[in-house]
């Protein structure tokens, strides 16, 4: 049976600092939660909407490259935050906003109303390797809590 609320790490951890959303899913499903589901994925742009169905709450950990903050900084964001940004892998592809928007519209009664983001500032996500670097990896205790305070909310 599908649990309330999901956390859902998205990157690959083959790819230095891309994998920070799982090593969270990992850090959280050592804690034993009730209803919570943990999923880790490969995704972005539309493909978010159907792992988002049916859950009330959705936290996304995810990798972040602004360039505005040093690695390793943890931030707490909302979709609408991501209103303007571009889409990184692919131009035919949205971006989570608008996947979001889109699902909403699709889907009004099974798209999550609470869905947050905990992101990392990262360093490197071009470097095939699953060790992430030392700012990153000392990020992740920081990025757990975010993501359990979000929880409690």
Not at 44 to 53: A, H, K, N, R
Not at 66 to 72: D, Q, V
Request: glycine share 6%.
């Amino acid at each position: 049976m599908k649990a309330s609320r999901l956390v859902l790490g998205i990157g690959s951890p083959l790819i230095c600092d891309d994998g920070v959303g799982f090593k969270v899913v990992d850090e959280i499903a050592a804690l034993n939660i009730p209803d919570l589901d943990l999923d880790q994925q490969a995704v972005s742009g539309l493909d978010i909407i159907e792992i988002m169905l049916d859950y009330k709450k959705v936290i996304v950990v995810d990798a972040i490259v602004t360039e505005k903050y040093p690695a390793g900084t943890v931030m707490q964001l909302l979709p609408e935050d991501f209103k303007n940004s571009l889409h990184g892998t692919n131009p035919h592809e949205v971006n989570i906003h608008m996947a979001i928007e889109l699902g909403r519209r699709l889907s009004p009664d099974r798209m999550p109303k609470d869905i947050h983001f905990v992101a990392v500032e990262v360093n490197d996500v071009w470097t095939v390797t699953d060790v992430m670097t030392e700012d990153v990896e000392k990020a992740v205790p920081t990025a757990v809590q975010a993501v359990l305070k979000l929880l409690e909310d």
